[in-house]
């Protein structure tokens, strides 16, 4: 087993990896980062070494260090071609590419760990603020996303035809996370459906936070 991956249960960026691996069928040993245990796992220096980010995750694949969800997700797609997580033609790559960071570059951001950590310890927002600044967020994200994929003739069953791509492993630990903050999502029905039909397929199920060796 060449590959190991540093991971957190309920981080949405290794979620994301960890589909892509299951999918691809590759075998990969699992080192846990607890990111609020011991003031924060992912900030002590050994870790560091690895990723100076201080964030997870990171693939190590032979003596190849890979940090950032997208990149190692881009990277397994060109090193493990089958099955592709991108569609053939550039103008499809494009909307699925743009679908994934929808999610990735302009809701993750603001609702990152870092972030509420942040509110919370810094700026000193009570929890009620705080969760509430993680739905708004959200929503705000969603209300665009909800529009686009409803009205979208590529859109079946997930959000390229019936096929994985990088959009729907980005979809699915966002609308996990939704949940797990109380979010509403019959405002939001062909993202539910699409991530809903995403976590019945095996390589989903299994990259769950609750099916995770650090599961809590």
Same mark, same amino acid.
């Given at each position: 087993m060449n590959? @190991?991956?540093?991971?957190?249960? !309920?981080?949405?960026?290794?979620? !994301?990896?960890r589909i892509a691996l299951n999918l @691809? /069928?590759?075998?990969?040993?699992?080192?846990? =980062? *607890?990111?609020? !245990?011991?003031? /924060?796992?992912?900030?002590?220096?050994?870790? !560091?070494?690895?990723?100076?980010? /201080? =964030?997870?995750?990171?693939? =190590?694949?032979?003596?190849?260090?890979?940090?950032?969800?997208?990149?190692i997700i881009e990277y397994l797609e060109e090193t493990h071609p089958e099955p592709p997580l991108l569609p053939k033609s550039p103008s499809d790559r494009a909307f699925v590419r743009s679908v994934a960071m929808q999610v990735a570059c302009e809701i993750h951001p603001l609702d990152n760990l870092r972030v509420l950590k942040y509110l919370k310890h810094q700026v000193k927002v009570p929890d009620e603020i705080k969760d509430a600044w993680y739905r *708004?967020?959200? %929503?705000? /994200?969603? %209300?665009p996303l909800e529009k686009r994929l409803a009205n979208d003739r590529r859109v079946d069953a997930l959000t390229f035809g019936d096929t994985p791509t990088v959009a729907d492993l980005c979809l699915v630990p966002q609308v996990f996370n939704a949940r797990r903050f109380g979010i509403d999502l019959s405002r939001f029905p062909t993202i539910e459906r699409i991530a809903d039909h995403a976590c019945t397929i095996d390589a989903f199920a299994q990259a769950a936070p609750a099916q995770q060796p650090d599961a809590e």
């Open positions: 590959m @190991k991956l540093y991971s957190y249960f !309920r981080s949405s960026a290794a979620y !994301r990896v @691809k /069928g590759l075998d990969y040993a699992y080192e846990a =980062i *607890h990111l609020l !245990r011991d003031g /924060g796992q992912q900030l002590k220096p050994e870790y !560091r070494a690895l990723n100076p980010d /201080g =964030i997870v995750p990171t693939l =190590i694949d032979g003596d190849d260090v890979l940090t950032q969800s997208l990149a *708004h967020w959200v %929503e705000t /994200g969603f %209300e």
